[in-house]
């Protein structure tokens, strides 16, 4: 499971946040995204803000988003520890 997060910034100059959770990251996702949060093998995959490539751990993130969509990521932690019924 993946947390999805793309920030777009208005004509007015103010930048609106979009939240995303996938099962799998698309072509689209990699290119647009600008992060891009693994939860299953708790890697951050992309982290691209303001034009720059951040240095950042998946903890780091992942308690700094927890605090701001708290629903998003109890989900993703429930799905992420569930282990997939086809993979034998």
Do not use: W
């Not at 777009?8 to 996938?22: D, F, L, P, Y």
């Not at 099962?23 to 290119?31: G, L």
């Amino acid at each position: 499971m993946y947390l999805l997060i793309t920030y777009k910034r208005q004509a007015g100059g103010t930048i609106n946040e979009e939240v995303t959770v996938s099962r799998r990251i698309k072509q689209n996702d990699i290119q647009m995204c600008n992060i891009i949060m693994d939860y299953k093998n708790r890697v951050v995959e992309k982290c691209f803000v303001e034009g720059k490539i951040l240095d950042t751990d998946f903890e780091r993130l992942h308690e700094y988003y927890k605090k701001i969509y708290p629903n998003y990521i109890s989900q993703l932690e429930v799905y992420a520890n569930q282990t997939d019924p086809n993979v034998k």
